[in-house]
């Protein structure tokens, strides 16, 4: 079974910084591509960066240049440090696979103030 399990969410001000984490279980972590995606109120869930097997990363254009994805594949769990905060990056962030695109975890809520 698919277990995707984010944390690291919280308070922080403008030009903050925090750092999520997803442990995964119930998969071959170490051979799938990952990534974050994010939910803001009233909107709908958009992609935020990803991160191949192998390591290539892909993000998108509003977090590029302040976000970070990693993944350590020894600990099944993917990273996402996130430097340079904004209000607009309020959102509840979660992590999936494309390879099990239903499997969504709880999500981790990460809240801006300007």
């Known amino acids: 079974q698919v277990q995707l399990v984010e944390s690291g969410g919280g308070f922080v001000q403008a030009g903050g910084s925090l750092r999520l984490s997803c442990a995964a279980s119930?998969?071959?972590?170490?051979?799938?591509?990952m990534g974050w995606y994010r939910q803001a109120p009233g909107k709908q869930r958009e992609f935020v960066a990803s991160i191949s097997s192998g390591g290539s990363t892909n993000y998108a254009g509003s977090v590029k240049g302040r976000f970070t994805i990693s993944r350590d594949n020894a600990k099944n769990t993917l990273y996402l440090q996130m430097n340079s905060l904004k209000p607009e990056d309020t959102a509840v962030y979660y992590c999936n696979t494309p390879r099990y695109p239903n499997s969504w975890g709880q999500g981790t809520q990460v809240t801006v103030s300007s």
């Open positions: 119930g998969i071959m972590f170490s051979i799938y591509a």
